[in-house]
């Protein structure tokens, strides 16, 4: 059962046409810059398409690939045998670049998708064979340790970037993945980067290294329940590139808050140490309260004892609500998405739900929260 709380009043998206300054979880951060036409809804649907097909790529099987219905039909796709590359240790690295008709208004327009392969989910692997790779997968997006983002004696970017992302996408560029990229991209024809989940974070990597090193700018990037890249002077960099880039997030997917940033707990803190009006009105929703008890000294006590770094978000995000409004990024919005975290994981009387509803939320499949919103006539 999902919980239910007042509409907070908080910028909702009704359409295609919105063309939103391009904030980052600073808010104001990347103000001043030209905002440029959000990506339209069915070529958000047909990246979401291309995303969830590049699950196909065989996991451990090298370089092997079957078509994922309805993703790959519905995402357009042209050609039979999109051009795969997968590398890192146990091949858990993958993307697949591919040819994609244009929208119906123009169905003759060529453009080129290089979609990122996320974490393969455990409900996927065939074997107990599977399983090493399976957990080197899924290790890698805990190898959250912030570095730069190099090549070789190269600087990419400014900023600090996830250890485990970084790594996973020089693996894929080491075997070719800007060449592949290049060999496509003839007069005209536009590229689009996108991924779910860890894909999602690859994809704002993999653009930004395309643009800077080989002089290859993506017309839009989307991602679906990324993680946060780097840290805020990464962000920025990425933002001053000009890249038009949406985030999908949905409801109470935790995978985008990851890895949490200092910003993220002290709100989280501020919230349950003085709840403002806000907080009041969503706790009061969920008929909760907050006594001066040891308990709640306990877990803000756990939360001020994190060690974090200043992770954040790129992109301009469209969150799913609980409502299912479509939200910009506003303050109200980060204030409620933090309490519903902190209700979820902290508190003893929802962990049993959280069990179930946390990883349904990260889910980007028929039957998801995402493919319901953003594409209810795929499946």
């Not at 999908?248 to 003085?274: G, Y």
């Amino acid at each position: 059962m999902y919980i239910r709380v007042p509409t907070l009043g908080v910028p909702q998206y009704s359409g295609a046409t919105l063309e939103p300054p391009f904030y980052g979880t600073r808010f104001g951060s990347m103000l001043g810059q030209a905002a440029q036409a959000a990506p339209s809804d069915d070529l958000c649907t047909r990246l979401l398409c291309a995303a969830n097909d590049a699950y196909g790529i065989g996991f451990v099987k090298s370089g092997t690939f079957t078509p994922r219905s309805p993703f790959h039909e519905k995402a357009g796709f042209t050609d039979a045998a999109p051009t795969i590359i997968v590398s890192g240790a146990n091949n858990i690295d993958a993307c697949m670049i591919a040819t994609m008709q244009g929208p119906s208004s123009n169905p003759a327009q060529r453009d080129i998708v290089l979609a990122f392969r996320g974490t393969f989910p455990p409900t996927d692997i065939s074997s107990m064979h599977d399983l090493p790779a399976l957990m080197r997968d899924w290790g890698n997006d805990f190898l959250a340790e912030p570095v730069d983002f190099t090549t070789g004696s190269s600087v990419i970017a400014p900023g600090k970037v996830h250890k485990g992302f970084r790594d996973s996408l020089k693996s894929l560029f080491d075997q070719g993945l800007a060449q592949r990229v290049q060999e496509r991209l003839t007069s005209g024809v536009r590229l689009y980067v996108t991924g779910h989940s860890k894909g999602g974070a690859l994809a704002y990597l993999g653009a930004l290294r395309l643009f800077r090193m080989h002089q290859i700018k993506p017309a839009g990037v989307v991602t679906f329940a990324s993680p946060r890249p780097g840290d805020g002077a990464f962000v920025n960099s990425y933002a001053s590139a000009g890249i038009n880039s949406l985030r999908w997030e949905f409801q109470d997917d935790m995978v985008p808050n990851l890895p949490p940033s200092n910003i993220r707990i002290n709100q989280l803190i501020s919230a349950l140490a003085t709840p403002s009006a806000i907080t009041s009105r969503i706790l009061a929703a969920l008929n909760i309260t907050i006594p001066a008890t040891e308990m709640s000294r306990q877990i803000v006590n756990s939360l001020r004892a994190l060690k974090t770094v200043e992770f954040e978000s790129a992109g301009s995000l469209r969150f799913i609500h609980w409502d299912s409004t479509i939200r910009t990024d506003s303050p109200e919005l980060q204030a409620e998405r933090n309490i519903r975290t902190a209700v979820l994981l902290l508190w003893p009387k929802y962990w049993v739900e959280a069990v179930t509803k946390i990883p349904q939320a990260h889910m980007a499949g028929c039957g998801s929260g995402y493919m319901s919103k953003i594409g209810p006539g795929v499946c």
